[in-house]
Protein backbone atom coordinates (compact mmCIF):
# COMPACT_ATOMS: atom_id res chain seq x y z
CA UNK A 1 0.00 0.00 0.00
CA UNK A 2 1.72 3.45 -1.20
CA UNK A 3 1.86 6.38 1.00
CA UNK A 4 -0.72 8.35 -1.57
CA UNK A 5 -3.32 5.53 0.13
CA UNK A 6 -3.39 7.14 3.73
CA UNK A 7 -5.68 10.01 2.74
CA UNK A 8 -6.90 10.24 6.80
CA UNK A 9 -7.99 8.00 9.39
CA UNK A 10 -10.36 5.86 8.08
CA UNK A 11 -9.61 2.27 7.74
CA UNK A 12 -11.17 -0.98 6.01
CA UNK A 13 -9.95 -4.41 6.89
CA UNK A 14 -11.09 -6.75 4.36
CA UNK A 15 -13.52 -9.01 6.05
CA UNK A 16 -12.70 -12.89 6.35
CA UNK A 17 -15.04 -14.06 9.08
CA UNK A 18 -17.82 -11.42 10.49
CA UNK A 19 -20.12 -10.86 13.43
CA UNK A 20 -23.09 -8.50 12.98
CA UNK A 21 -21.22 -6.15 10.66
CA UNK A 22 -17.28 -6.29 12.90
CA UNK A 23 -14.40 -7.54 10.64
CA UNK A 24 -12.07 -9.80 11.95
CA UNK A 25 -8.70 -10.57 9.66
CA UNK A 26 -8.18 -14.50 8.87
CA UNK A 27 -4.60 -15.94 7.78
CA UNK A 28 -5.12 -15.35 3.79
CA UNK A 29 -5.88 -11.38 4.93
CA UNK A 30 -3.64 -11.10 7.67
CA UNK A 31 -0.51 -9.93 5.13
CA UNK A 32 -2.18 -6.98 3.99
CA UNK A 33 -3.26 -6.01 7.85
CA UNK A 34 0.45 -5.93 8.91
CA UNK A 35 1.25 -2.77 7.42
CA UNK A 36 3.51 -0.28 9.14
CA UNK A 37 0.47 2.48 9.63
CA UNK A 38 -1.17 -0.11 12.15
CA UNK A 39 -1.34 0.79 15.75
CA UNK A 40 -0.73 -0.64 18.97
CA UNK A 41 -3.39 -1.80 21.13
CA UNK A 42 -1.78 0.55 23.80
CA UNK A 43 -1.91 3.41 21.37
CA UNK A 44 -6.07 2.75 20.40
CA UNK A 45 -6.75 2.68 23.97
CA UNK A 46 -4.93 5.53 24.53
CA UNK A 47 -6.48 6.98 21.85
CA UNK A 48 -9.81 6.24 22.90
CA UNK A 49 -9.45 7.60 26.15
CA UNK A 50 -8.52 10.89 24.31
CA UNK A 51 -11.79 10.77 22.59
CA UNK A 52 -13.96 10.11 25.29
CA UNK A 53 -12.55 13.05 27.44
CA UNK A 54 -13.22 15.42 24.61
CA UNK A 55 -16.66 13.90 24.47
CA UNK A 56 -17.31 14.63 27.65
CA UNK A 57 -16.29 18.23 27.04
CA UNK A 58 -17.89 18.59 23.91
CA UNK A 59 -21.47 17.90 25.33
CA UNK A 60 -20.74 19.93 29.02
CA UNK A 61 -20.52 22.31 26.23
CA UNK A 62 -23.32 21.80 24.29
CA UNK A 63 -25.47 22.00 27.73
CA UNK A 64 -24.31 25.36 29.43
CA UNK A 65 -27.16 27.55 27.52
CA UNK A 66 -30.03 24.80 28.86
CA UNK A 67 -28.84 24.65 32.45
CA UNK A 68 -28.59 28.46 32.86
CA UNK A 69 -31.93 29.20 30.52
CA UNK A 70 -33.90 30.03 33.61
CA UNK A 71 -31.28 33.10 34.26
CA UNK A 72 -30.96 34.08 30.83
CA UNK A 73 -34.50 34.08 30.52
CA UNK A 74 -34.93 36.74 33.17
CA UNK A 75 -31.75 38.49 32.30
CA UNK A 76 -33.22 38.86 28.14
CA UNK A 77 -36.82 39.05 29.68
CA UNK A 78 -37.38 36.50 26.49
CA UNK A 79 -40.49 34.22 26.30
CA UNK A 80 -40.17 30.54 25.90
CA UNK A 81 -40.30 30.71 21.92
CA UNK A 82 -37.68 32.87 21.99
CA UNK A 83 -35.55 30.69 24.58
CA UNK A 84 -35.63 28.06 22.65
CA UNK A 85 -34.66 29.64 19.80
CA UNK A 86 -31.11 29.57 21.21
CA UNK A 87 -30.58 25.58 21.06
CA UNK A 88 -32.68 25.65 18.18
CA UNK A 89 -29.79 28.05 16.19
CA UNK A 90 -27.31 25.86 17.84
CA UNK A 91 -29.04 22.76 15.95
CA UNK A 92 -29.21 24.22 12.84
CA UNK A 93 -25.56 25.48 12.57
CA UNK A 94 -23.97 21.91 13.46
CA UNK A 95 -26.46 19.99 11.60
CA UNK A 96 -25.41 22.48 8.17
CA UNK A 97 -22.06 21.90 8.83
CA UNK A 98 -21.87 17.88 9.71
CA UNK A 99 -21.63 17.24 5.99
CA UNK A 100 -18.88 19.30 4.88
CA UNK A 101 -17.15 17.89 7.89
CA UNK A 102 -17.74 14.15 7.31
CA UNK A 103 -16.75 14.78 3.44
CA UNK A 104 -13.44 16.19 4.94
CA UNK A 105 -13.36 13.04 7.47
CA UNK A 106 -13.48 10.70 4.55
CA UNK A 107 -10.77 12.29 2.37
CA UNK A 108 -7.98 14.24 4.66
CA UNK A 109 -6.07 14.03 8.18
CA UNK A 110 -9.45 13.61 10.82
CA UNK A 111 -6.57 14.78 13.17
CA UNK A 112 -5.92 18.07 11.78
CA UNK A 113 -10.13 19.08 11.11
CA UNK A 114 -10.93 17.75 14.77
CA UNK A 115 -7.90 20.36 16.23
CA UNK A 116 -9.75 23.24 13.91
CA UNK A 117 -13.22 22.08 14.76
CA UNK A 118 -12.54 22.43 18.92
CA UNK A 119 -10.66 25.86 18.37
CA UNK A 120 -13.70 27.27 16.85
CA UNK A 121 -16.46 25.77 19.43
CA UNK A 122 -13.79 27.56 22.50
CA UNK A 123 -13.28 30.73 20.34
CA UNK A 124 -17.27 30.96 20.29
CA UNK A 125 -17.87 29.50 24.08
CA UNK A 126 -15.51 33.08 24.71
CA UNK A 127 -17.42 35.21 22.62
CA UNK A 128 -20.52 34.26 24.45
CA UNK A 129 -19.30 35.14 28.00
CA UNK A 130 -19.53 38.59 26.92
CA UNK A 131 -23.02 38.95 25.51
CA UNK A 132 -24.81 41.68 27.76
CA UNK A 133 -27.01 43.48 25.24
CA UNK A 134 -29.00 41.10 22.77
CA UNK A 135 -29.90 37.61 22.92
CA UNK A 136 -29.84 37.71 18.82
CA UNK A 137 -26.07 38.26 19.59
CA UNK A 138 -25.93 35.01 21.86
CA UNK A 139 -28.19 32.99 19.18
CA UNK A 140 -25.29 34.03 16.59
CA UNK A 141 -22.63 32.94 18.95
CA UNK A 142 -24.12 29.55 19.85
CA UNK A 143 -24.91 28.79 16.06
CA UNK A 144 -20.57 28.86 15.86
CA UNK A 145 -20.29 26.66 18.92
CA UNK A 146 -22.71 24.18 17.05
CA UNK A 147 -20.35 24.30 13.42
CA UNK A 148 -17.07 23.66 16.19
CA UNK A 149 -18.95 20.64 17.48
CA UNK A 150 -19.76 18.94 14.57
CA UNK A 151 -16.71 18.74 13.47
CA UNK A 152 -15.90 16.01 16.32
CA UNK A 153 -19.23 14.47 16.75
CA UNK A 154 -19.09 13.61 12.84
CA UNK A 155 -15.48 12.08 12.86
CA UNK A 156 -14.88 10.49 16.11
CA UNK A 157 -17.01 7.21 16.31
CA UNK A 158 -15.44 6.48 12.86
CA UNK A 159 -12.30 6.84 14.37
CA UNK A 160 -12.89 4.35 16.83
CA UNK A 161 -14.49 1.85 14.16
CA UNK A 162 -11.37 2.08 12.76
CA UNK A 163 -9.27 0.85 15.66
CA UNK A 164 -11.40 -1.59 16.79
CA UNK A 165 -13.24 -4.57 15.81
CA UNK A 166 -16.22 -7.04 16.77
CA UNK A 167 -17.01 -7.52 20.69
CA UNK A 168 -14.42 -4.87 21.31
CA UNK A 169 -15.51 -2.28 18.64
CA UNK A 170 -18.67 -2.14 20.57
CA UNK A 171 -17.38 -1.42 23.78
CA UNK A 172 -15.36 1.18 23.21
CA UNK A 173 -18.32 2.56 21.49
CA UNK A 174 -20.07 2.28 24.52
CA UNK A 175 -18.00 3.71 26.53
CA UNK A 176 -17.44 6.35 24.17
CA UNK A 177 -21.39 7.48 24.54
CA UNK A 178 -21.08 6.83 27.84
CA UNK A 179 -19.89 10.60 27.73
CA UNK A 180 -22.70 11.90 25.84
CA UNK A 181 -25.42 11.86 28.77
CA UNK A 182 -22.24 11.89 31.76
CA UNK A 183 -21.34 15.06 29.65
CA UNK A 184 -24.64 16.52 28.92
CA UNK A 185 -25.37 16.31 32.95
CA UNK A 186 -22.12 17.52 33.90
CA UNK A 187 -23.00 20.53 31.49
CA UNK A 188 -25.68 21.20 33.55
CA UNK A 189 -23.95 20.90 37.08
CA UNK A 190 -21.20 23.21 35.82
CA UNK A 191 -23.63 25.68 34.66
CA UNK A 192 -25.48 25.93 37.54
CA UNK A 193 -23.10 25.66 40.03
CA UNK A 194 -20.67 28.58 38.89
CA UNK A 195 -23.80 30.23 38.08
CA UNK A 196 -24.66 30.20 42.08
CA UNK A 197 -20.89 31.01 42.82
CA UNK A 198 -20.45 33.75 40.62
CA UNK A 199 -23.62 35.44 41.00
CA UNK A 200 -23.76 35.26 37.31
CA UNK A 201 -24.69 33.29 34.15
CA UNK A 202 -21.74 34.54 31.92
CA UNK A 203 -19.17 32.64 34.03
CA UNK A 204 -20.17 29.73 33.31
CA UNK A 205 -19.48 30.09 29.53
CA UNK A 206 -15.87 31.14 30.65
CA UNK A 207 -15.27 28.48 33.11
CA UNK A 208 -16.13 25.50 29.82
CA UNK A 209 -13.74 27.67 28.01
CA UNK A 210 -10.95 27.14 30.38
CA UNK A 211 -11.85 23.16 30.10
CA UNK A 212 -12.28 22.89 26.49
CA UNK A 213 -8.52 24.49 25.60
CA UNK A 214 -7.51 21.39 27.50
CA UNK A 215 -8.76 19.61 24.22
CA UNK A 216 -6.12 20.83 22.41
CA UNK A 217 -3.17 19.42 24.99
CA UNK A 218 -4.58 16.02 24.07
CA UNK A 219 -3.99 15.68 20.59
CA UNK A 220 -0.54 14.63 20.39
CA UNK A 221 -1.91 11.09 21.85
CA UNK A 222 -4.23 10.38 18.67
CA UNK A 223 -2.95 8.28 16.02
CA UNK A 224 -1.69 10.72 12.76
CA UNK A 225 -2.97 8.04 10.41
CA UNK A 226 -4.44 4.63 10.13
CA UNK A 227 -4.08 2.68 6.65
CA UNK A 228 -7.22 1.91 4.74
CA UNK A 229 -7.51 0.55 1.12
CA UNK A 230 -8.65 3.24 -1.31
CA UNK A 231 -9.79 1.33 -3.72
CA UNK A 232 -13.30 1.40 -3.71
CA UNK A 233 -15.70 3.18 -6.31
CA UNK A 234 -17.09 6.46 -4.15
CA UNK A 235 -20.26 6.69 -6.24
CA UNK A 236 -20.92 3.11 -6.23
CA UNK A 237 -21.15 3.25 -2.08
CA UNK A 238 -22.80 6.62 -1.60
CA UNK A 239 -25.78 4.82 -3.54
CA UNK A 240 -25.85 1.87 -1.25
CA UNK A 241 -26.05 3.38 2.22
CA UNK A 242 -28.47 5.60 1.58
CA UNK A 243 -30.72 4.44 -1.42
CA UNK A 244 -30.46 0.39 -0.92
CA UNK A 245 -30.33 0.03 2.83
CA UNK A 246 -33.15 0.45 4.37
CA UNK A 247 -32.12 -0.13 7.91
CA UNK A 248 -29.92 2.68 7.37
CA UNK A 249 -32.49 5.18 6.33
CA UNK A 250 -35.01 3.66 8.77
CA UNK A 251 -32.63 3.35 11.84
CA UNK A 252 -31.75 7.36 10.81
CA UNK A 253 -35.27 7.99 11.32
CA UNK A 254 -35.76 6.57 14.76
CA UNK A 255 -32.26 8.16 15.87
CA UNK A 256 -34.45 11.32 14.85
CA UNK A 257 -37.10 10.54 16.91
CA UNK A 258 -34.65 10.10 19.94
CA UNK A 259 -33.26 13.65 19.09
CA UNK A 260 -36.56 15.25 18.91
CA UNK A 261 -37.46 13.83 22.42
CA UNK A 262 -33.68 14.77 24.17
CA UNK A 263 -33.46 17.91 22.31
CA UNK A 264 -36.99 19.09 24.12
CA UNK A 265 -36.29 17.20 27.12
CA UNK A 266 -32.76 18.52 27.30
CA UNK A 267 -33.90 22.38 27.24
CA UNK A 268 -36.65 22.65 29.15
CA UNK A 269 -37.38 20.04 32.13
CA UNK A 270 -34.96 22.31 34.36
CA UNK A 271 -37.22 24.98 33.72
CA UNK A 272 -40.38 22.57 33.82
CA UNK A 273 -39.34 21.43 37.41
CA UNK A 274 -38.39 25.43 38.32
CA UNK A 275 -41.81 26.22 37.41
CA UNK A 276 -43.45 22.90 39.16
CA UNK A 277 -41.58 24.08 42.43
CA UNK A 278 -43.08 27.48 42.17
CA UNK A 279 -46.82 25.40 41.55
CA UNK A 280 -46.08 23.52 44.96
CA UNK A 281 -44.90 26.09 46.63
CA UNK A 282 -41.48 25.02 47.14
CA UNK A 283 -39.45 28.34 46.00
CA UNK A 284 -40.05 32.09 45.76
CA UNK A 285 -40.37 33.54 42.39
CA UNK A 286 -37.02 34.70 40.75
CA UNK A 287 -37.26 38.54 41.02
CA UNK A 288 -33.54 39.00 40.53
CA UNK A 289 -30.01 36.97 38.98
CA UNK A 290 -28.94 34.54 39.98
CA UNK A 291 -32.38 32.14 40.08
CA UNK A 292 -32.85 29.48 42.46
CA UNK A 293 -30.77 26.35 40.40
CA UNK A 294 -31.46 23.11 42.22
CA UNK A 295 -33.77 21.87 39.57
CA UNK A 296 -30.62 21.95 36.71
CA UNK A 297 -27.90 20.29 39.56
CA UNK A 298 -30.32 17.65 40.22
CA UNK A 299 -31.50 16.86 36.42
CA UNK A 300 -27.97 17.10 35.88
CA UNK A 301 -27.51 13.93 38.55
CA UNK A 302 -30.17 12.34 37.04
CA UNK A 303 -28.43 12.27 34.00
CA UNK A 304 -25.70 11.35 34.82
CA UNK A 305 -26.63 8.21 36.55
CA UNK A 306 -29.30 7.09 34.17
CA UNK A 307 -27.01 7.72 31.17
CA UNK A 308 -24.13 5.40 32.40
CA UNK A 309 -26.17 2.72 33.55
CA UNK A 310 -28.23 3.56 30.18
CA UNK A 311 -25.62 2.91 28.49
CA UNK A 312 -23.92 -0.07 29.93
CA UNK A 313 -27.39 -2.14 30.26
CA UNK A 314 -27.84 -1.41 26.24
CA UNK A 315 -24.70 -2.59 25.42
CA UNK A 316 -24.30 -5.51 27.20
CA UNK A 317 -28.25 -6.95 26.59
CA UNK A 318 -27.54 -6.19 22.80
CA UNK A 319 -24.30 -8.19 23.24
CA UNK A 320 -25.75 -11.34 24.51
CA UNK A 321 -29.11 -11.32 22.84
CA UNK A 322 -27.21 -10.70 19.32
CA UNK A 323 -25.96 -14.26 19.75
CA UNK A 324 -29.18 -15.49 19.86
CA UNK A 325 -31.12 -12.94 17.27
CA UNK A 326 -29.71 -10.89 14.64
CA UNK A 327 -32.30 -8.58 14.91
CA UNK A 328 -31.47 -7.79 18.72
CA UNK A 329 -30.19 -4.38 18.31
CA UNK A 330 -33.16 -2.27 16.33
CA UNK A 331 -35.59 -4.35 18.54
CA UNK A 332 -33.37 -3.44 21.85
CA UNK A 333 -33.78 0.22 20.22
CA UNK A 334 -37.47 -0.49 19.65
CA UNK A 335 -37.93 -1.39 23.58
CA UNK A 336 -36.09 1.60 24.75
CA UNK A 337 -38.63 3.97 23.03
CA UNK A 338 -41.66 2.34 23.54
CA UNK A 339 -40.32 1.93 27.35
CA UNK A 340 -39.55 5.51 27.56
CA UNK A 341 -42.45 7.57 26.70
CA UNK A 342 -45.04 6.22 28.96
CA UNK A 343 -42.69 7.14 31.84
CA UNK A 344 -42.22 10.63 30.22
CA UNK A 345 -45.90 11.18 29.91
CA UNK A 346 -46.11 10.00 33.63
CA UNK A 347 -43.49 12.31 34.68
CA UNK A 348 -45.00 15.52 33.04
CA UNK A 349 -48.92 14.48 34.43
CA UNK A 350 -47.73 13.69 37.82
CA UNK A 351 -46.09 17.27 38.55
CA UNK A 352 -48.79 18.95 39.62
CA UNK A 353 -49.02 15.74 42.42
CA UNK A 354 -45.71 15.02 43.19
CA UNK A 355 -42.36 16.18 42.41
CA UNK A 356 -41.01 13.05 43.47
CA UNK A 357 -42.67 11.26 41.39
CA UNK A 358 -42.16 13.61 38.27
CA UNK A 359 -38.07 13.06 39.33
CA UNK A 360 -38.65 9.34 39.45
CA UNK A 361 -40.25 8.81 35.64
CA UNK A 362 -37.67 11.02 34.85
CA UNK A 363 -34.97 9.18 35.55
CA UNK A 364 -36.66 5.79 34.34
CA UNK A 365 -37.42 7.37 31.13
CA UNK A 366 -33.75 8.71 30.68
CA UNK A 367 -32.69 5.45 31.22
CA UNK A 368 -34.43 3.90 28.55
CA UNK A 369 -33.60 6.33 26.29
CA UNK A 370 -30.04 5.88 27.03
CA UNK A 371 -30.30 2.26 26.28
CA UNK A 372 -30.04 2.86 22.14
CA UNK A 373 -26.95 5.58 22.27
CA UNK A 374 -24.35 2.97 21.78
CA UNK A 375 -26.63 0.48 19.55
CA UNK A 376 -27.65 2.92 16.86
CA UNK A 377 -23.76 3.97 16.22
CA UNK A 378 -23.20 0.06 15.66
CA UNK A 379 -26.56 -0.49 13.47
CA UNK A 380 -25.10 2.53 11.15
CA UNK A 381 -21.42 1.01 11.15
CA UNK A 382 -22.24 -2.31 10.19
CA UNK A 383 -24.40 -1.37 7.40
CA UNK A 384 -22.36 1.04 6.09
CA UNK A 385 -19.46 0.15 4.06
CA UNK A 386 -16.10 1.43 6.41
CA UNK A 387 -15.25 3.69 3.45
CA UNK A 388 -18.59 5.89 3.54
CA UNK A 389 -18.78 6.06 7.55
CA UNK A 390 -17.79 9.15 7.86
CA UNK A 391 -20.59 10.89 5.45
CA UNK A 392 -23.13 8.32 6.39
CA UNK A 393 -22.66 9.24 10.25
CA UNK A 394 -23.04 13.40 8.83
CA UNK A 395 -25.87 12.41 6.64
CA UNK A 396 -27.57 10.37 9.76
CA UNK A 397 -26.82 13.81 12.16
CA UNK A 398 -28.21 16.42 9.50
CA UNK A 399 -31.37 14.35 9.41
CA UNK A 400 -31.97 13.45 12.86
CA UNK A 401 -31.28 17.04 14.02
CA UNK A 402 -33.54 18.63 10.90
CA UNK A 403 -36.45 16.95 11.78
CA UNK A 404 -34.87 16.40 15.43
CA UNK A 405 -33.90 18.44 17.89
CA UNK A 406 -33.30 21.11 15.73
CA UNK A 407 -36.88 21.87 16.16
CA UNK A 408 -38.36 20.73 19.16
CA UNK A 409 -36.86 23.71 21.73
CA UNK A 410 -38.38 25.89 19.61
CA UNK A 411 -41.60 23.48 19.01
CA UNK A 412 -42.48 23.44 22.63
CA UNK A 413 -41.66 27.03 23.21
CA UNK A 414 -43.89 28.53 21.00
CA UNK A 415 -46.74 25.52 21.97
CA UNK A 416 -46.35 27.13 25.85
CA UNK A 417 -46.33 30.49 24.38
CA UNK A 418 -49.52 29.82 22.73
CA UNK A 419 -51.21 28.02 25.49
CA UNK A 420 -49.94 30.74 28.25
CA UNK A 421 -51.54 33.32 26.75
CA UNK A 422 -54.84 31.61 27.08
CA UNK A 423 -54.41 31.58 31.65
CA UNK A 424 -54.89 34.18 33.81
CA UNK A 425 -52.51 33.52 36.47
CA UNK A 426 -48.70 34.04 35.43
CA UNK A 427 -47.00 31.46 37.52
CA UNK A 428 -50.01 28.83 37.17
CA UNK A 429 -50.53 29.69 33.32
CA UNK A 430 -46.66 29.70 32.59
CA UNK A 431 -46.54 25.72 34.48
CA UNK A 432 -49.66 24.52 32.57
CA UNK A 433 -48.44 25.68 29.49
CA UNK A 434 -45.10 23.76 29.43
CA UNK A 435 -46.55 21.09 31.03
CA UNK A 436 -48.99 20.32 28.24
CA UNK A 437 -46.78 21.37 25.46
CA UNK A 438 -44.68 18.20 27.14
CA UNK A 439 -46.96 15.78 25.57
CA UNK A 440 -45.65 16.02 22.06
CA UNK A 441 -42.40 14.18 23.32
CA UNK A 442 -44.49 11.27 24.59
CA UNK A 443 -46.35 10.80 21.02
CA UNK A 444 -42.70 11.17 19.11
CA UNK A 445 -40.83 8.61 21.46
CA UNK A 446 -43.92 5.93 20.25
CA UNK A 447 -42.87 6.65 16.41
CA UNK A 448 -39.47 6.30 17.07
CA UNK A 449 -40.61 2.63 18.54
CA UNK A 450 -42.16 1.99 15.18
CA UNK A 451 -38.94 3.20 12.80
CA UNK A 452 -36.83 1.01 15.06
CA UNK A 453 -39.25 -2.25 14.40
CA UNK A 454 -39.04 -1.41 10.61
CA UNK A 455 -35.13 -1.39 10.90
CA UNK A 456 -35.58 -5.48 12.13
CA UNK A 457 -36.96 -6.27 9.30
CA UNK A 458 -34.17 -4.81 7.07
CA UNK A 459 -31.18 -5.15 8.96
CA UNK A 460 -29.95 -8.83 8.46
CA UNK A 461 -30.00 -8.00 4.26
CA UNK A 462 -28.53 -4.42 4.80
CA UNK A 463 -25.90 -5.77 6.77
CA UNK A 464 -25.00 -9.26 4.28
CA UNK A 465 -25.06 -6.67 1.60
CA UNK A 466 -22.36 -4.13 3.31
CA UNK A 467 -20.19 -7.27 3.99
CA UNK A 468 -20.56 -9.01 0.25
CA UNK A 469 -19.71 -5.63 -1.04
CA UNK A 470 -16.53 -5.04 1.04
CA UNK A 471 -15.85 -8.93 0.00
CA UNK A 472 -16.52 -8.35 -3.99
CA UNK A 473 -13.89 -5.72 -3.83
CA UNK A 474 -11.56 -7.21 -1.77
CA UNK A 475 -11.58 -10.50 -4.55
CA UNK A 476 -10.82 -7.90 -7.41
CA UNK A 477 -8.21 -6.22 -5.66
Known sequence: ISGNDYTGLQSWQPPGSQNYGATAPTASTAQFL??????????????????????????????????????????????????????????????????????????????VILSAGIFLWSGATLGSSFITESVCHLLIWNGFVGIGTASYSTIAPTIIADLFEKDQRTCML???????????????????????????????????????????????????????????????????????????????????????????LGLWVPVFLSRAQL???????????????????????ITIVTGIVGVITGAGVARRYKKINAKADPLICAVGMFSSAPCLYLSIMLATQSILATYIFIALGEFFLALNWAIVADILLYVVIPKRQSTAVALQIFMSHLLGD??????????????????????????????????????????????????????????????QLCRGFYVHL
Open 34 to 111: QTPGNISAKRSYLAVGVLCYINLLNYMDWFIVPGVLVDIKKYFNISDGSAGLLQTVFILFFLLSAPFFGYLGDRYNRK
Open 174 to 264: SVFYIFIPVGSGLGYVLASSVTQAAGHWHWAFRVSLSLSLTAQLDFPFLPSHVPFFHTIDHSTNTYFFWCDSRSFVWSSLGVTAMAFVTGA
Open 279 to 301: FHDLVPPCLQEPCNSSTSLIFGG
Open 406 to 467: AGSPYFIGIISDALQTRQNDSHLGAFRSLQYSFILCAFIGVLGGGFFLLTALHVEEDREEAQ
